[in-house]
């Protein structure tokens, strides 16, 4: 078993329309956005980040939105939903805002159904997890997100997921439905809920699909001792990838998923302070001749 995954860091998803996305995470949810750049490898398209106060591993949602993305098509090998954990009570604030949301009750917590400006399939669950550090400029304190709580992965047999979430750390805590639910150590974005669907088509990619899910480890030193690990055990791992915020490997799961390795460091106070975080529009050096041509062609935020 592979030791130093601590559980989420971040997931990644495609949006149609970066306005209505920006309003969603940061009106709608009360998150901040915590860094406003662009996909370096396509810097005609953002890459917005949306967490905590500071954008702590473990609840940072980001986004590339592609004006021209068609629809999605849900299913298997894919992510299937995303919860953020609210404290208790919190649910009757937010259903009185979304009046029509549901609301239901899986392994023992309490749930409220949204749905993303995409579609997305979004919980809040009311959960002593916690994680960060809360931001609540927008919202009440009272019902402010506290981190991921957790995420759904929708594939259409278990076998080499549940071997792959167990060599990660995971232990299956139980089972309702067709979902598994998995947990690594501690109270930190650490549950996995593996939903085995094999009546559903295979997923194909669109507007709010989740493109990758990473999983923190502290530092590259772990990193690498995972990457090694996971190589012996016959996953086609990438070299390591500097992301300026954070290094990162990836593979490809048996479920069809990509899941990410991601290090806690260096963080989003690289670049720009903590108090202003999220508000310009930050290029790598290697994009900054293509500055005045991008901050008239992207659409403001
Ligand atoms: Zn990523």
């Known amino acids: 078993m592979i030791d130093g995954i601590t559980g989420i860091h971040h997931i990644t998803a495609m949006a149609s329309d970066a306005a209505r996305t920006d309003t969603f995470f940061t009106r709608m949810l009360g998150q901040r956005r915590v860094k406003k750049t662009v996909n370096f490898d396509a810097p005609e398209v953002y890459h917005l980040y949306y967490g905590d106060r500071v954008g702590t591993p473990g609840t940072v949602m980001t986004y590339f939105p592609f004006p021209d993305i068609g629809a999605a098509r849900r299913g298997t090998g894919e992510v299937g939903h995303l919860a953020w954990a609210v404290r208790e009570g919190a649910l009757k604030d937010w259903a009185r805002n979304h009046r029509g949301a549901t609301q239901d009750t899986a392994f023992g917590e309490n749930r409220l159904h949204l749905t993303g400006p995409d579609g997305e399939a979004f919980l809040l ?177």
């Open 125 to 301: 669950v009311e959960s002593d997890s916690e994680v960060g550090q809360v931001w609540a400029e927008t919202l009440d304190a009272r019902m402010a997100l506290r981190g991921f709580h957790s995420a759904g992965l929708r594939v259409a047999d278990a076998g080499g997921m549940d071997d792959l979430l167990r060599l990660m750390g995971y232990a299956p805590l139980g089972t309702e439905g067709s979902v598994t639910r998995y947990q690594v150590g501690g109270n930190r974005a650490s549950v996995i809920d593996l939903d085995i669907r094999p009546e559903m088509p295979i997923a194909t990619a669109g507007a709010g699909s989740v493109h990758h899910i990473a999983f923190a480890v502290p530092d590259r030193a772990v990193q690498t001792e995972i990457r090694d690990s996971l190589i012996v055990a016959g996953y086609d791992v990438t070299p390591v990838i500097d992301r300026t915020y954070f290094h990162a490997i990836y593979f490809r799961t048996p479920g069809g998923i990509l899941f990410e390795i991601a290090t806690d460091e260096p963080g989003f106070e690289i670049d720009e302070p903590v108090a202003t975080l999220g508000e310009a529009l930050l290029l790598p050096d290697r994009h900054e001749p293509l500055r005045g041509h991008l901050e008239a062609f992207l659409p403001p935020l």
